[in-house]
Protein backbone atom coordinates (compact mmCIF):
# COMPACT_ATOMS: atom_id res chain seq x y z
CA UNK A 1 0.00 0.00 0.00
CA UNK A 2 1.01 3.23 -0.28
CA UNK A 3 0.76 6.22 0.98
CA UNK A 4 1.51 9.95 1.11
CA UNK A 5 0.85 13.92 1.99
CA UNK A 6 1.57 16.49 -0.07
CA UNK A 7 1.65 19.60 1.94
CA UNK A 8 2.42 22.93 1.41
CA UNK A 9 0.56 24.58 -1.57
CA UNK A 10 -2.49 26.34 -2.32
CA UNK A 11 -5.44 24.44 -3.43
CA UNK A 12 -7.98 25.21 -6.89
CA UNK A 13 -9.95 21.75 -6.42
CA UNK A 14 -12.48 22.34 -9.56
CA UNK A 15 -11.10 25.39 -11.39
CA UNK A 16 -13.02 27.42 -9.91
CA UNK A 17 -10.71 30.43 -7.86
CA UNK A 18 -13.78 30.79 -5.36
CA UNK A 19 -13.78 27.78 -4.12
CA UNK A 20 -9.68 27.58 -3.59
CA UNK A 21 -7.67 26.93 -0.06
CA UNK A 22 -5.29 28.43 0.68
CA UNK A 23 -2.55 26.05 2.44
CA UNK A 24 -4.06 22.91 1.62
CA UNK A 25 -2.92 19.64 2.27
CA UNK A 26 -3.87 15.80 0.37
CA UNK A 27 -3.80 12.37 1.76
CA UNK A 28 -3.05 10.02 -1.40
CA UNK A 29 -3.33 6.01 -0.63
CA UNK A 30 -2.72 4.24 -3.41
CA UNK A 31 -2.96 6.60 -5.94
CA UNK A 32 -6.94 8.11 -4.28
CA UNK A 33 -7.38 10.78 -2.53
CA UNK A 34 -8.06 9.61 0.92
CA UNK A 35 -8.23 13.21 2.37
CA UNK A 36 -8.37 16.92 1.22
CA UNK A 37 -8.37 20.53 2.94
CA UNK A 38 -6.70 23.13 4.68
CA UNK A 39 -3.64 22.17 6.30
CA UNK A 40 -4.66 22.97 9.97
CA UNK A 41 -7.42 20.64 9.30
CA UNK A 42 -5.45 17.48 8.04
CA UNK A 43 -6.30 14.48 10.49
CA UNK A 44 -3.91 13.29 12.86
CA UNK A 45 -3.97 10.16 11.17
CA UNK A 46 -2.19 11.10 8.12
CA UNK A 47 0.44 13.03 9.96
CA UNK A 48 2.65 9.89 10.19
CA UNK A 49 2.92 9.25 6.45
CA UNK A 50 6.15 10.36 4.07
CA UNK A 51 5.62 14.10 3.47
CA UNK A 52 6.02 15.82 0.07
CA UNK A 53 6.54 19.65 0.00
CA UNK A 54 5.32 21.40 -2.96
CA UNK A 55 7.17 24.63 -1.85
CA UNK A 56 4.35 26.50 -2.09
CA UNK A 57 2.76 25.79 -5.51
CA UNK A 58 -0.70 26.13 -6.77
CA UNK A 59 -2.27 22.72 -7.40
CA UNK A 60 -5.24 22.63 -10.09
CA UNK A 61 -6.96 18.98 -11.07
CA UNK A 62 -4.95 17.67 -14.67
CA UNK A 63 -6.42 19.01 -17.31
CA UNK A 64 -8.90 17.59 -19.69
CA UNK A 65 -8.61 18.06 -23.87
CA UNK A 66 -12.32 17.62 -24.50
CA UNK A 67 -11.90 17.70 -28.59
CA UNK A 68 -8.85 16.75 -30.32
CA UNK A 69 -8.25 15.10 -33.47
CA UNK A 70 -4.40 13.98 -32.31
CA UNK A 71 -4.12 11.20 -34.50
CA UNK A 72 -3.59 11.75 -38.24
CA UNK A 73 -0.92 11.30 -40.98
CA UNK A 74 0.59 14.33 -42.32
CA UNK A 75 0.27 18.21 -41.81
CA UNK A 76 -1.02 20.75 -43.92
CA UNK A 77 1.56 23.73 -43.66
CA UNK A 78 1.16 23.94 -47.29
CA UNK A 79 -2.16 24.63 -47.21
CA UNK A 80 -1.77 27.28 -44.75
CA UNK A 81 0.08 29.30 -47.04
CA UNK A 82 -1.92 29.13 -49.56
CA UNK A 83 -4.62 30.76 -47.27
CA UNK A 84 -2.59 33.49 -46.63
CA UNK A 85 -2.47 34.20 -49.94
CA UNK A 86 -5.88 34.86 -50.00
CA UNK A 87 -7.83 31.19 -50.50
CA UNK A 88 -10.52 30.34 -48.13
CA UNK A 89 -10.87 27.34 -45.90
CA UNK A 90 -14.48 26.54 -47.71
CA UNK A 91 -12.48 26.76 -50.92
CA UNK A 92 -9.77 24.85 -50.28
CA UNK A 93 -11.91 21.79 -49.15
CA UNK A 94 -14.18 22.27 -52.13
CA UNK A 95 -10.79 21.95 -54.70
CA UNK A 96 -10.46 18.83 -52.72
CA UNK A 97 -7.71 19.69 -50.36
CA UNK A 98 -8.73 20.18 -46.82
CA UNK A 99 -9.58 17.40 -45.37
CA UNK A 100 -9.53 15.10 -47.80
CA UNK A 101 -5.78 15.94 -48.05
CA UNK A 102 -5.38 14.52 -44.60
CA UNK A 103 -7.77 11.56 -45.52
CA UNK A 104 -5.05 10.20 -48.19
CA UNK A 105 -2.18 10.70 -46.20
CA UNK A 106 -3.70 8.99 -42.93
CA UNK A 107 -4.83 5.92 -45.33
CA UNK A 108 -1.41 5.44 -46.08
CA UNK A 109 0.58 6.04 -43.17
CA UNK A 110 0.82 2.35 -41.35
CA UNK A 111 -0.29 2.32 -37.73
CA UNK A 112 3.44 2.84 -36.09
CA UNK A 113 4.12 5.90 -37.89
CA UNK A 114 0.37 7.33 -36.83
CA UNK A 115 1.21 6.51 -33.40
CA UNK A 116 4.76 7.94 -33.29
CA UNK A 117 3.68 10.91 -35.25
CA UNK A 118 0.15 11.41 -32.56
CA UNK A 119 2.70 10.92 -30.15
CA UNK A 120 4.59 13.33 -30.80
CA UNK A 121 1.66 15.86 -29.86
CA UNK A 122 0.76 14.21 -27.09
CA UNK A 123 3.82 14.56 -25.08
CA UNK A 124 3.98 18.38 -25.10
CA UNK A 125 0.14 18.10 -23.81
CA UNK A 126 0.96 15.79 -21.15
CA UNK A 127 4.32 17.92 -19.91
CA UNK A 128 1.59 20.52 -19.64
CA UNK A 129 -0.69 19.07 -17.47
CA UNK A 130 -3.03 17.91 -19.52
CA UNK A 131 -4.35 14.04 -17.51
CA UNK A 132 -7.62 13.33 -19.89
CA UNK A 133 -7.51 14.13 -23.35
CA UNK A 134 -10.44 13.34 -26.18
CA UNK A 135 -9.27 11.78 -29.25
CA UNK A 136 -12.05 11.55 -32.69
CA UNK A 137 -11.19 9.43 -35.80
CA UNK A 138 -12.28 11.04 -38.73
CA UNK A 139 -9.32 10.67 -41.18
CA UNK A 140 -10.24 7.70 -42.23
CA UNK A 141 -13.30 7.79 -43.82
CA UNK A 142 -13.40 4.15 -44.33
CA UNK A 143 -13.85 1.09 -41.89
CA UNK A 144 -10.22 -0.46 -41.45
CA UNK A 145 -8.72 3.20 -41.63
CA UNK A 146 -11.14 4.72 -39.27
CA UNK A 147 -10.00 1.52 -37.00
CA UNK A 148 -6.26 2.24 -37.41
CA UNK A 149 -7.19 5.55 -36.15
CA UNK A 150 -9.15 4.69 -33.11
CA UNK A 151 -6.75 1.81 -32.29
CA UNK A 152 -3.48 3.92 -32.17
CA UNK A 153 -5.63 6.58 -29.57
CA UNK A 154 -6.27 3.36 -27.39
CA UNK A 155 -1.94 2.94 -27.77
CA UNK A 156 -1.70 6.10 -26.77
CA UNK A 157 -3.45 5.83 -23.20
CA UNK A 158 -1.18 1.90 -22.69
CA UNK A 159 1.68 3.87 -23.05
CA UNK A 160 1.62 7.34 -21.56
CA UNK A 161 0.25 8.64 -18.32
CA UNK A 162 -3.08 9.67 -19.66
CA UNK A 163 -6.90 9.29 -19.92
CA UNK A 164 -7.76 8.47 -23.42
CA UNK A 165 -11.69 8.89 -24.77
CA UNK A 166 -12.29 7.95 -28.15
CA UNK A 167 -15.11 9.76 -30.48
CA UNK A 168 -16.06 7.86 -33.67
CA UNK A 169 -16.19 10.81 -36.23
CA UNK A 170 -17.01 8.85 -39.44
CA UNK A 171 -19.34 11.49 -40.74
CA UNK A 172 -16.86 14.13 -40.69
CA UNK A 173 -16.05 14.42 -44.24
CA UNK A 174 -17.52 12.86 -47.72
CA UNK A 175 -14.89 10.50 -48.80
CA UNK A 176 -13.66 11.01 -52.81
CA UNK A 177 -15.09 7.37 -53.43
CA UNK A 178 -18.63 8.78 -52.29
CA UNK A 179 -18.53 11.25 -54.10
CA UNK A 180 -22.31 12.56 -54.72
CA UNK A 181 -23.45 9.70 -52.50
CA UNK A 182 -23.48 11.60 -49.04
CA UNK A 183 -26.34 9.26 -48.36
CA UNK A 184 -24.82 6.29 -49.30
CA UNK A 185 -21.88 7.08 -47.28
CA UNK A 186 -23.98 7.62 -44.10
CA UNK A 187 -25.46 4.35 -44.61
CA UNK A 188 -21.96 2.78 -44.53
CA UNK A 189 -20.78 4.75 -41.32
CA UNK A 190 -24.20 3.66 -39.89
CA UNK A 191 -24.94 -0.02 -40.96
CA UNK A 192 -21.23 -0.87 -41.04
CA UNK A 193 -18.61 1.21 -39.53
CA UNK A 194 -20.37 2.30 -36.32
CA UNK A 195 -21.41 -1.25 -35.39
CA UNK A 196 -17.93 -2.99 -35.99
CA UNK A 197 -15.93 -0.44 -34.21
CA UNK A 198 -18.23 -0.20 -31.19
CA UNK A 199 -18.44 -4.39 -31.27
CA UNK A 200 -14.12 -3.48 -30.83
CA UNK A 201 -14.72 -1.55 -28.19
CA UNK A 202 -12.98 1.30 -29.84
CA UNK A 203 -15.55 3.79 -29.45
CA UNK A 204 -16.58 5.99 -26.65
CA UNK A 205 -18.64 8.60 -28.68
CA UNK A 206 -20.05 9.27 -31.79
CA UNK A 207 -19.53 12.76 -33.05
CA UNK A 208 -20.52 14.39 -36.59
CA UNK A 209 -19.47 17.28 -38.41
CA UNK A 210 -22.65 19.03 -39.09
CA UNK A 211 -22.30 21.79 -41.81
CA UNK A 212 -22.74 23.13 -45.48
CA UNK A 213 -18.93 21.13 -46.67
CA UNK A 214 -20.00 18.28 -44.04
CA UNK A 215 -23.43 16.32 -43.21
CA UNK A 216 -26.66 18.14 -43.41
CA UNK A 217 -29.47 17.80 -40.11
CA UNK A 218 -31.34 15.15 -41.58
CA UNK A 219 -28.02 13.00 -42.08
CA UNK A 220 -26.69 13.91 -38.92
CA UNK A 221 -29.21 12.84 -37.33
CA UNK A 222 -29.31 9.22 -38.73
CA UNK A 223 -25.87 8.89 -37.16
CA UNK A 224 -27.29 10.09 -33.83
CA UNK A 225 -30.06 7.20 -33.96
CA UNK A 226 -27.22 4.69 -35.07
CA UNK A 227 -25.20 5.85 -31.71
CA UNK A 228 -28.36 5.80 -30.00
CA UNK A 229 -28.81 2.06 -30.78
CA UNK A 230 -25.49 1.23 -29.28
CA UNK A 231 -26.00 3.02 -26.19
CA UNK A 232 -23.05 5.47 -26.99
CA UNK A 233 -23.21 9.11 -26.39
CA UNK A 234 -23.22 11.80 -28.83
CA UNK A 235 -21.18 14.97 -29.59
CA UNK A 236 -21.54 17.38 -32.59
CA UNK A 237 -19.67 19.71 -34.69
CA UNK A 238 -22.10 22.45 -34.93
CA UNK A 239 -22.64 25.89 -36.58
CA UNK A 240 -19.10 26.09 -36.93
CA UNK A 241 -18.94 28.31 -40.37
CA UNK A 242 -23.25 28.55 -40.53
CA UNK A 243 -25.83 28.48 -38.48
CA UNK A 244 -27.63 24.80 -39.48
CA UNK A 245 -29.61 24.37 -36.35
CA UNK A 246 -27.29 21.18 -35.50
CA UNK A 247 -27.36 22.61 -32.13
CA UNK A 248 -31.06 22.14 -31.31
CA UNK A 249 -30.69 18.39 -32.96
CA UNK A 250 -27.42 17.83 -30.64
CA UNK A 251 -29.82 18.38 -27.75
CA UNK A 252 -32.38 16.48 -28.62
CA UNK A 253 -30.13 13.85 -28.22
CA UNK A 254 -28.80 14.54 -25.46
CA UNK A 255 -25.81 14.98 -26.55
CA UNK A 256 -22.73 15.40 -24.07
CA UNK A 257 -21.70 19.06 -26.20
CA UNK A 258 -22.01 21.00 -28.84
CA UNK A 259 -18.89 22.18 -30.06
CA UNK A 260 -17.63 25.11 -31.61
CA UNK A 261 -20.86 27.25 -32.17
CA UNK A 262 -19.82 30.55 -33.39
CA UNK A 263 -22.88 31.28 -35.67
CA UNK A 264 -25.24 29.93 -32.69
CA UNK A 265 -28.65 31.61 -31.93
CA UNK A 266 -30.27 32.17 -28.84
CA UNK A 267 -32.95 29.09 -29.45
CA UNK A 268 -29.86 26.76 -29.96
CA UNK A 269 -28.55 27.94 -26.28
CA UNK A 270 -31.72 27.33 -25.11
CA UNK A 271 -31.83 23.70 -26.29
CA UNK A 272 -28.26 23.31 -25.13
CA UNK A 273 -28.78 24.55 -21.32
CA UNK A 274 -32.60 22.28 -21.35
CA UNK A 275 -30.75 18.76 -22.48
CA UNK A 276 -27.51 19.33 -20.11
CA UNK A 277 -24.86 19.75 -23.23
CA UNK A 278 -21.95 21.59 -23.01
CA UNK A 279 -20.46 24.03 -25.41
CA UNK A 280 -17.13 23.45 -26.51
CA UNK A 281 -15.28 26.60 -27.34
CA UNK A 282 -12.41 26.29 -29.82
CA UNK A 283 -10.43 29.41 -29.61
CA UNK A 284 -7.38 28.14 -31.62
CA UNK A 285 -9.75 27.41 -34.93
CA UNK A 286 -11.22 30.60 -34.38
CA UNK A 287 -7.71 32.31 -34.37
CA UNK A 288 -6.53 29.90 -37.08
CA UNK A 289 -9.30 30.14 -39.35
CA UNK A 290 -9.21 34.05 -38.83
CA UNK A 291 -13.03 33.85 -37.80
CA UNK A 292 -14.91 37.10 -37.03
CA UNK A 293 -18.53 35.75 -35.94
CA UNK A 294 -17.70 35.39 -32.42
CA UNK A 295 -19.54 32.39 -30.25
CA UNK A 296 -23.28 33.78 -28.18
CA UNK A 297 -20.85 34.04 -25.17
CA UNK A 298 -23.01 36.70 -23.20
CA UNK A 299 -25.98 34.19 -24.74
CA UNK A 300 -24.08 31.17 -23.07
CA UNK A 301 -23.92 32.69 -19.76
CA UNK A 302 -27.02 34.09 -18.46
CA UNK A 303 -28.44 30.56 -19.98
CA UNK A 304 -25.85 29.27 -17.48
CA UNK A 305 -24.52 26.98 -20.28
CA UNK A 306 -21.33 25.32 -19.28
CA UNK A 307 -18.53 26.32 -21.65
CA UNK A 308 -15.75 24.35 -21.84
CA UNK A 309 -12.68 25.00 -23.79
CA UNK A 310 -9.94 22.80 -25.90
CA UNK A 311 -7.22 22.47 -28.20
CA UNK A 312 -9.31 20.97 -31.30
CA UNK A 313 -5.49 19.59 -32.24
CA UNK A 314 -6.13 18.77 -36.23
CA UNK A 315 -3.98 19.35 -39.09
CA UNK A 316 -6.27 21.61 -41.21
CA UNK A 317 -7.95 24.65 -38.13
CA UNK A 318 -6.12 24.40 -35.62
CA UNK A 319 -2.77 22.69 -34.99
CA UNK A 320 -2.19 23.43 -31.41
CA UNK A 321 -0.55 21.43 -28.95
CA UNK A 322 -0.90 23.78 -26.01
CA UNK A 323 -4.34 23.62 -23.82
CA UNK A 324 -2.92 26.50 -22.04
CA UNK A 325 -2.15 28.93 -24.85
CA UNK A 326 -6.37 27.92 -25.62
CA UNK A 327 -7.00 29.85 -22.11
CA UNK A 328 -5.06 32.87 -23.06
CA UNK A 329 -7.19 32.72 -26.57
CA UNK A 330 -10.29 32.18 -25.06
CA UNK A 331 -9.51 35.17 -22.53
CA UNK A 332 -8.15 37.79 -25.56
CA UNK A 333 -10.53 36.52 -28.36
CA UNK A 334 -13.59 35.60 -26.65
CA UNK A 335 -13.40 38.07 -23.76
CA UNK A 336 -14.01 34.96 -21.25
CA UNK A 337 -12.99 35.96 -17.95
CA UNK A 338 -9.60 33.18 -16.23
CA UNK A 339 -12.50 31.58 -13.66
CA UNK A 340 -14.02 30.45 -17.04
CA UNK A 341 -11.62 29.30 -18.57
CA UNK A 342 -9.87 27.39 -15.60
CA UNK A 343 -13.27 25.37 -15.75
CA UNK A 344 -13.26 25.15 -19.14
CA UNK A 345 -10.29 22.77 -18.84
CA UNK A 346 -11.51 21.54 -15.89
CA UNK A 347 -15.22 20.45 -14.63
CA UNK A 348 -16.79 21.84 -17.97
CA UNK A 349 -14.25 19.58 -19.93
CA UNK A 350 -14.52 16.84 -18.11
CA UNK A 351 -18.64 16.94 -18.34
CA UNK A 352 -18.24 17.61 -22.21
CA UNK A 353 -16.55 14.10 -21.47
CA UNK A 354 -19.42 12.66 -19.79
CA UNK A 355 -16.59 12.08 -17.39
CA UNK A 356 -18.01 14.74 -14.17
CA UNK A 357 -17.01 12.02 -11.94
CA UNK A 358 -13.92 11.24 -13.13
CA UNK A 359 -12.08 14.25 -14.24
CA UNK A 360 -11.48 17.70 -13.57
CA UNK A 361 -12.05 17.63 -9.73
CA UNK A 362 -10.08 17.00 -6.89
CA UNK A 363 -11.82 15.48 -3.99
CA UNK A 364 -12.00 12.99 -1.44
CA UNK A 365 -12.45 9.17 -3.59
CA UNK A 366 -11.19 10.26 -6.62
CA UNK A 367 -7.62 9.51 -8.27
CA UNK A 368 -4.98 12.09 -7.45
CA UNK A 369 -4.58 13.48 -10.52
CA UNK A 370 -3.37 16.93 -10.21
CA UNK A 371 -0.70 19.66 -11.58
CA UNK A 372 1.80 21.80 -9.29
CA UNK A 373 1.94 25.02 -10.97
CA UNK A 374 5.15 27.69 -11.10
CA UNK A 375 2.96 30.64 -10.54
CA UNK A 376 2.19 32.61 -8.04
CA UNK A 377 -1.30 33.70 -9.12
CA UNK A 378 -4.85 31.41 -11.09
CA UNK A 379 -4.58 33.77 -13.49
CA UNK A 380 -1.12 33.19 -14.74
CA UNK A 381 -2.32 29.87 -16.09
CA UNK A 382 -4.01 32.70 -18.54
CA UNK A 383 -1.72 35.11 -18.97
CA UNK A 384 1.48 33.80 -20.46
CA UNK A 385 1.80 32.21 -23.68
CA UNK A 386 3.74 29.62 -24.58
CA UNK A 387 5.48 29.57 -21.42
CA UNK A 388 5.88 25.80 -19.54
CA UNK A 389 4.51 26.27 -16.03
CA UNK A 390 3.91 22.93 -14.73
CA UNK A 391 6.48 22.37 -12.01
CA UNK A 392 4.71 18.87 -11.39
CA UNK A 393 2.55 16.40 -13.23
CA UNK A 394 1.02 13.96 -10.81
CA UNK A 395 -1.00 10.96 -12.11
CA UNK A 396 -2.82 8.84 -9.55
CA UNK A 397 -0.41 9.64 -6.59
CA UNK A 398 2.48 9.18 -8.75
CA UNK A 399 5.11 12.18 -10.15
CA UNK A 400 4.83 11.31 -14.33
CA UNK A 401 6.54 14.58 -15.62
CA UNK A 402 8.91 18.09 -13.64
CA UNK A 403 9.84 21.21 -15.17
CA UNK A 404 12.94 20.48 -17.34
CA UNK A 405 15.85 21.06 -15.80
CA UNK A 406 17.61 23.95 -17.18
CA UNK A 407 20.84 23.42 -19.55
CA UNK A 408 22.79 26.64 -18.16
CA UNK A 409 22.01 26.65 -14.61
CA UNK A 410 20.83 23.17 -13.98
CA UNK A 411 18.35 23.65 -11.79
CA UNK A 412 14.72 22.78 -12.59
CA UNK A 413 12.93 26.09 -14.50
CA UNK A 414 10.74 27.45 -11.46
CA UNK A 415 8.89 30.11 -12.90
CA UNK A 416 8.48 31.61 -9.40
CA UNK A 417 11.77 31.91 -8.48
CA UNK A 418 12.01 35.27 -8.87
CA UNK A 419 9.89 36.25 -6.20
CA UNK A 420 10.74 32.97 -4.28
CA UNK A 421 14.14 34.31 -4.08
CA UNK A 422 12.22 37.59 -2.70
CA UNK A 423 10.18 35.97 -0.86
CA UNK A 424 12.33 34.65 1.42
CA UNK A 425 14.40 38.10 2.20
N1 LIG B 1 -14.02 21.18 -37.85
C1 LIG B 1 -12.75 21.55 -37.75
O1 LIG B 1 -12.38 22.61 -37.35
C2 LIG B 1 -11.91 20.43 -38.14
N2 LIG B 1 -12.87 19.42 -38.40
C3 LIG B 1 -14.04 19.90 -38.23
O2 LIG B 1 -15.02 19.21 -38.36
C4 LIG B 1 -11.07 20.68 -39.32
C5 LIG B 1 -10.58 19.42 -39.94
C6 LIG B 1 -9.56 19.65 -41.00
O3 LIG B 1 -9.56 20.67 -41.70
O4 LIG B 1 -8.72 18.75 -41.16
FE1 LIG C 1 -12.88 19.50 -34.38
Known amino acids: MSEQVWRHFNLCPNGDPEASIADAAMAVRDGAIAWVGAARDLPREFDAWPHHDLGGAWVTPSLVDCHTHLVFGGHRADEFALRLAGASYEEIARRGGGIVSTVRATRAADEASLLAAAAARLEPLIAEGVGAVEIKSGYGLELASERKMLRVARELARRYPVSVYTTFLGAHALPPEF ?24 VDAVDVFCERIGFTLAQSERVFEAAQ ?3 LPVKMHAEQLSLMGGTALAARYRALSADHLEFLDEAGVRAMKEAGTVAVLLPGAYYFIRETQLPPIESLRRHGVPIALATDCNPGTSPATSLLSMLNLGCTLFRLTVPEVLQGVTRHAALALGRGERHGELAPGRSADFVAW ?3 SLAELAYWIGRPLA ?3 VRAGETVHTAPVSPWTGRAIDNRAASLERNRK
Open 179 to 202: AGRADAYIDEVCERMLPALADEGL
Open 229 to 231: RRG
Open 374 to 376: SVN
Open 391 to 393: ARV
